[in-house]
């Protein structure tokens, strides 16, 4: 479970680290590329978990903190592996 306040956090380091890396005048390299992918993935599903806590779909909450745990876990080292389970978990978020 993840409080609103934990979840503004997340959300707020998250977006300072999108920015850092939209800032760069220089194009992004591979791994940058990457970084920034995941990035997306993980703002995506913190949006994810904050509307379903406004809804109270605990159900919905629960997959989308499961995915996050592995976005923030997995997603750096493997982000092929990242992009399956995201679309995996898509088809029923």
Avoid: C, W
Wanted: zero cysteines.
């Amino acid at each position: 479970m993840m409080t609103d306040e934990q979840l503004q956090q997340e959300l707020q380091k998250v977006s300072e680290s999108l920015d850092k890396l939209s800032a760069s005048e220089d194009s992004l390299t591979k791994q940058e590329k990457r970084r920034q992918y995941i990035l997306l993935l993980r703002k995506e599903t913190l949006q994810k978990i904050k509307q379903a806590q406004e809804k109270g779909d605990k159900h919905r909450e629960f997959t989308n903190l499961a995915m996050y745990g592995l976005l923030t876990s997995l997603g750096e080292k493997h982000p092929f592996l990242m992009h399956l389970v995201k679309s995996k978990f898509s088809t029923h978020i």
